[in-house]
């Protein structure tokens, strides 16, 4: 999808452990997020980051940490998973936020805790 | 803040009648709008997006939207409904909070088109 790849595309893990997903881009965009999807909830946002080591909390960031230490991977990592985070997790990218060119989405993360 | 809200969780309709998905939307400032497709097991898509040059905005596949000020909406249209258009569709809103921009979406709408 336009140069953004997400791994992995499946995870099954236990409760209580920790996961980290990657979201790796090749183009060069500044501004990075991560939402989660959930039936009857559509896109919610988890963290994103405007730059690399600036990040900040979207609406669902409780249990969630992320971390970005070159622009092209934003590091999404469940600090202690449970059951409510199993979801379909999607990056997405912009240069330009703040203006009617969207965002160019991953293919997502199907995860699933156990 | 800004939001959107999509009526209707599921729209069902029959090959070749009109689509219509509706997305309202709560903005103090003129708004961004777009609408995204996601079909099964894959990401989201762009469709359509506003741009205020002109309220009636044509998509890929046929697709298109009206933005109505008045009404403060952005409903979705196709003439004549295909087979392959059943798919989740997604308005979204740009929202400025916190100091930068990010996109927020609606709950979706599951269109199932029937033979």
């Known amino acids: 999808d336009a140069g953004i790849t997400q791994s992995p595309r499946h995870k099954v893990t236990e409760t209580g452990t920790p996961v980290t997903l990657r979201c790796h881009q090749t183009?060069?965009?500044?501004?990075m997020y991560w939402y989660r999807q959930d039936p009857g909830h559509g896109l919610r946002l988890i963290h994103y980051?405007?730059?690399?080591?600036?990040?900040d909390k979207g609406e669902v960031s409780d249990g969630y940490s992320v971390s970005r230490s070159k622009t092209e991977d934003f590091l999404l990592t469940l600090e202690s998973a449970t059951s409510s985070q199993t979801s379909v997790y999607f990056c997405?990218?912009?240069?330009?936020?703040?203006?009617?060119?969207?965002?160019?989405f991953g293919s997502g993360t199907r995860l699933t805790v156990v | 803040a800004q939001s959107v809200t999509q009526l209707g969780s599921h729209v069902s309709v029959s090959e070749g009648a009109l689509v219509l998905l509706r997305c309202n939307y709560s903005?103090?400032?003129?708004?961004?709008l777009f609408w995204y497709v996601q079909y099964p097991n894959q990401g989201l898509q762009l469709l359509l997006k506003?741009?205020?040059?002109?309220?009636l905005v044509k998509g890929i596949n046929g697709f298109e939207a009206e933005f109505k000020k008045s009404e403060t909406s952005f409903h979705l249209t196709k003439p004549s409904a295909h087979m392959s258009d059943a798919a989740e569709y997604f308005c979204?809103?740009?929202?400025?909070?916190?100091?930068?921009?990010?996109?927020?979406f609606g709950a979706g709408t599951r269109l199932a088109v029937h033979p």
């Open positions: 997405a990218i912009s240069d330009r936020p703040g203006t009617n060119y969207g965002y160019t």
């Open positions: 183009e060069n965009h500044r501004y």
């Open positions: 980051s405007y730059g690399v080591k600036d990040t």
């Open positions: 903005s103090s400032v003129p708004p961004y």
């Open positions: 506003y741009t205020s040059a002109a309220t």
């Open positions: 979204a809103v740009t929202s400025f909070s916190g100091g930068y921009n990010k996109l927020i």
